[in-house]
């Protein structure tokens, strides 16, 4: 498999490296959220600035971001603006989403920068050049709430990230059977043997889709997202259970 390594953690190799989620309103709640996971058995802090309330103020968010650093220590830092049309806290035209993404970038706080997918298709490849130009590897994400599409888009999906430059493609389906799971589980492994560039973040949500978050290391999941205390998304797995899961499946 291929790996991507960051602050000497190496993303694509053996166990999935493990992402806890801050999903706070003010600074101070989210410096504190961070204090705490930073002492946590997790790989990656992913910062949900959709839920920063103060978001839209360039000064605040670079201050908060700054913060971030600062309280994280040698963890890894992601960020992500998650709009509502991909299931997040606020909308945010093409123009806002691109200021965010250039002041993350400027900041030289995070490692890891979410750029969804479908909302900026035509800007991709310059936004992820302006990230990798300030040393951020970039996460590439799609999230589809009502369905699992079939296997053969979610792989052209996951390929047409890579082409972009991304460096971890992410798809995250909603599952309405068990064959739903096993569609994704599917693209998942076939996307790792068969376009091996970049280790791939994939997920199946809901309570149905939790047995993907757990076995990335058997079909070529990198990364799994798990629940500190409040999720970010349905279906995240507590934390201490994806820990012991992880550990129990390691090949």
Not at 52 to 81: P, W
Not at 165 to 188: I, N
Request: proline share 6%; net charge negative.
């Amino acid at each position: 498999m291929p790996n991507l390594t960051l602050r000497g953690c190496c993303i694509g190799t053996g166990r999935p490296k493990v992402i806890i989620p801050i999903v706070e309103r003010t600074e101070s709640a989210i410096l504190e959220k961070a204090a705490a996971f930073s002492t946590l058995k997790a790989d990656c802090v992913e910062w949900r600035a959709d839920w920063f309330d103060a978001v839209s103020d360039v000064n605040a968010l670079a201050h908060c971001l700054h913060g971030l650093r600062t309280a994280l220590g040698e963890k890894l830092l992601l960020v992500t603006f998650r709009t509502q049309a991909e299931g997040g806290k606020k909308p945010l035209a093409q123009e806002e989403y691109a200021t965010f993404c250039t002041t993350v970038c400027a900041s030289g706080c995070a490692d890891l920068l979410d750029i969804e997918f479908f909302p900026n298709r035509e800007a991709l490849p310059a936004l992820i050049a302006q990230a990798h130009a300030a040393g951020i590897a970039v996460v590439c994400s799609s999230h589809d709430f009502e369905k699992t599409p079939p296997k053969e888009e979610l792989i052209r999906r996951m390929t047409a990230m890579q082409q972009a430059g991304a460096d971890l493609p992410k798809l995250a389906v909603m599952p309405r059977s068990r064959t739903d799971v096993l569609e994704l589980l599917a693209a998942t492994a076939e996307m790792t043997d068969l376009h091996p560039e970049t280790p791939v973040i994939t997920m199946s949500m809901g309570a149905l889709g939790g047995v993907s978050r757990l076995c990335g290391e058997a079909f070529g999941s990198a990364m799994t997202f798990a629940n500190p205390g409040t999720a970010s998304a349905p279906g995240q797995v507590p934390l201490d259970v994806v820990n012991a899961v992880l550990d129990s499946l390691a090949l």
